[in-house]
């Protein structure tokens, strides 16, 4: 036993050991290097733009001068072991041949992406006390040192009237676990919430965080984060006891690369139709609605239906899918008091239901819990229905075969309730009660929200719909086809079933919006 005990704090010890001689300094040492290389906070998306500080991997030696000047800005230590130990030994030096001679002058030479501490995106007020800043953090920056340390609320000076003190209270992080494949940022949101109320008088005001900026205790940066005008904020907090102002909203996955804009159409036109009461659509534009795209979404964008919010920058800060989990977030906090519910899937995803319910009267039945989540049905890209000659039918709605239960990769999971990521789960919250989500789930609540049956209501996935050179329609047969004679006909087609729901409630959405696109197309 003894023997033992000692084994293990001679392990301890040697651990302790090699991390201290090793690692820590070698990882807090890049740490601290991407840190100082950094000392603004970036802004991304549309408050202002910001290039990172790139520092170049052939950086000339008389740019290492030391720099004795005290404070902040860049600084390198060139008074490094090899300088001393040259000096002294000097003599022994100069007696070996030059090409072994040792280099009394080294520096340190960065390669790579240098890790910002927060990149802030957008900032919200919650309340008259609570604020929230929607960013992404360093996931290595974030393993050594706290991103954001305060929040503080700065009253605008009024005109003859003595300076009113300012309010100072502790950020609190909130990191979505979910979702979030390794990448460089991952999503934080800091909760700024104030033990008083803050801006609630006439003279509106200043919401400013301390931001780390350095490995030293201290090394931090204040930034402006949020502005109030006069009487903003009583005037938000009024308009939150009026009904609000949208029935529904939908957030979108980031539009990159090539987006196919007449399918991205159909589906505009389709969800219209399903959340015609009264719907506002938020598209996040990372490079893939170009100018011509636009015009394709144009009615809906006149018609105020439609936001394109042009995020340019997000490359620069690396995180999974075009920092989707970004926006996510970001339209969860911007309709909060703007709709009863926020939907987030994709644009292959079509939702659908049960014909034995509304999608209010099933809304309704569920308004008391924070979201609802639904399953997903695989369609069939490739058996459609033929082209009627006189027929105007747009692609999806001759697609009319589906998988016969919905997609689940867990084996031991009923797949009409696969949670998660593994049954490709989306979701509906009531943004009034949901502070942050991944893609297939909440993170805040994780729990209390109701996992839908997919019988009851699901979302018709149509797979790789969206990617380049995708064909679709490549088997047609007969609309009035018996299901046995195209199994017969085609095996492989056995895997399908005949669902005519989207491409019905397809027939009628255009019939709906029939005006709204005839006056642009
Ligand atoms: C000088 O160099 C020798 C070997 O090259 C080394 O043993 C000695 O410690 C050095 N002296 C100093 C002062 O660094
Ligand atoms: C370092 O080396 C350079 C050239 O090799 C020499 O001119 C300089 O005097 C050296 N500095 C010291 C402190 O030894
Ligand atoms: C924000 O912080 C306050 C104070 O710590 C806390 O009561 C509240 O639950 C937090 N909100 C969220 C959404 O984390
Ligand atoms: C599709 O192709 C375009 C240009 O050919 C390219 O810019 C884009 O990134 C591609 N998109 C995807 C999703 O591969
Ligand atoms: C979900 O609905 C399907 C089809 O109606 C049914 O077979 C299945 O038992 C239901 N699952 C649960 C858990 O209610
Ligand atoms: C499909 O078959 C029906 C008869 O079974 C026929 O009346 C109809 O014209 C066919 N449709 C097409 C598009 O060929």
Not at 141 to 168: A, I, M, T
Not at 241 to 265: I, R, S, T
Not at 495 to 501: G, K
Request: glycine content about 6%.
């Amino acid at each position: 036993m003894k023997k033992y005990a000692r084994n293990v704090w001679h392990k301890i010890f040697t651990i302790v050991l090699f991390a201290l001689f090793f690692q820590v300094p070698i990882f807090y040492g890049l740490v601290k290097l991407s840190i100082v290389s950094c000392n603004v906070m970036p802004t991304l998306g549309s408050i202002h733009t910001f290039s990172p500080r790139r520092v170049g991997t052939t950086t000339p030696v008389h740019d290492a001068t030391p720099d004795l000047h005290s404070g902040t800005g860049q600084k390198r230590d060139i008074k490094g072991s090899h300088l001393n130990q040259a000096s002294a030994n000097a003599t022994a030096v100069n007696s070996i041949p030059a090409s072994a001679k040792m280099q009394n002058l080294s520096q340190l030479r960065p390669h790579g992406h240098a890790h910002f501490t927060f990149v802030q995106f957008s900032s919200y007020r919650e309340s008259p006390r609570v604020f929230f800043v929607v960013g992404v953090t360093s996931v290595v920056v974030r393993e050594f040192d706290l991103p954001v340390y305060k929040c503080e609320w700065h009253p605008k000076p009024n005109r003859g009237e003595p300076l009113q003190p300012s309010k100072v209270t502790d950020a609190k992080m909130i990191y979505v676990y979910f979702d979030q494949m390794p990448r460089i940022y991952v999503v934080a949101i800091v909760n700024c919430t104030f033990e008083d109320d803050v801006g609630m008088g006439e003279e509106g005001g200043s919401l400013f965080m301390t931001v780390s900026a350095g490995p030293h205790p201290g090394d931090t940066e204040k930034v402006l984060v949020l502005q109030e005008q006069n009487d903003e904020a009583k005037e938000a907090m009024r308009k939150r006891d009026q009904p609000l102002p949208f029935k529904y909203a939908f957030c979108g996955p980031p539009m990159h690369g090539n987006v196919k804009a007449e399918w991205v159409l159909q589906w505009l036109v389709y969800h219209h139709y399903l959340w015609r009461d009264s719907v506002h659509f938020f598209f996040y534009n990372v490079g893939g609605i170009t100018n011509s795209v636009r015009q394709v979404f144009s009615p809906f964008i006149n018609n105020g239906l439609l936001t394109i919010v042009d995020v340019e920058d997000q490359k620069d800060y690396p995180s999974w899918y075009f920092n989707q989990l970004l926006f996510i977030n970001d339209c969860l906090h911007r309709t909060r008091y703007l709709s009863s519910w926020t939907f987030f899937h994709d644009f292959d995803e079509f939702f659908t239901m049960s014909s034995s319910i509304t999608l209010d009267k099933l809304l309704d039945e569920y308004k008391d819990v924070p979201y609802l989540t639904f399953g997903s049905l695989r369609a069939s890209l490739w058996i459609c229905t033929d082209v009627h000659p006189e027929s105007s039918e747009w692609p999806l709605q001759r697609m009319r075969w589906a998988e016969k239960q919905p997609f689940c990769s867990a084996p031991d999971q009923d797949p009409w309730i696969c949670i998660h990521g593994k049954g490709a789960r989306k979701y509906v919250v009531n943004p009034r009660k949901v502070f942050a989500g991944g893609v297939h789930r909440t993170a805040i609540p994780e729990e209390g929200g109701v996992n839908l049956n997919a019988s009851i209501a699901r979302l018709n996935h149509y797979p790789g719909m969206l990617a380049n050179g995708t064909t679709s329609c490549s088997f047609t047969v007969n609309v009035s086809i018996p299901i046995e004679l195209l199994y017969q006909y085609a095996p492989s087609s056995q895997l399908y079933e005949r669902d005519d729901s989207i491409p019905i409630q397809m027939g009628k959405a255009r019939e709906f919006d029939a005006e709204l696109l005839a006056a642009y197309l």
